[in-house]
């Protein structure tokens, strides 16, 4: 009789199995190869992991992929608004639209 291994495991190995899991039944197999470092990560390439990793909340392995990549990281996150600056930038842009609509 075989035991259930899965219950042998903590929290987080089981929060991984089943991101693993989620990411190999979700991703497009040019996404895979380019995480498991298959292919060569293209900026382009890095745009798709992070939009299907996103898609199913992927956060470990869409912060492995940021970490493993950090000049694209910094890319992405100054054109897609995940880094500070851009926070910074669209706050900004708020306020201007705020004083506009007050007639400032």
Not at 42 to 61: K, N, P, Q, V
């Amino acid at each position: 009789m075989m035991n259930n291994k899965f219950d042998d495991l903590t929290e987080q190995q089981k929060e991984n199995m089943v991101e693993f899991a989620a990411v190999s039944a979700h991703c497009s197999e040019d996404v895979l190869n380019a995480i498991d470092g298959q292919v060569p990560m293209t900026y382009e390439l890095f745009c798709r992991c992070m939009d299907e990793l996103g898609e199913i909340s992927a956060i470990s392995s869409i912060t492995k992929v940021m970490e493993s990549y950090p000049d694209l990281t910094e890319r992405y996150n100054k054109e897609e608004g995940w880094g500070p600056e851009k926070a910074e930038e669209d706050f900004q842009e708020i306020l201007r639209r705020v004083k506009k609509a007050e007639g400032k």
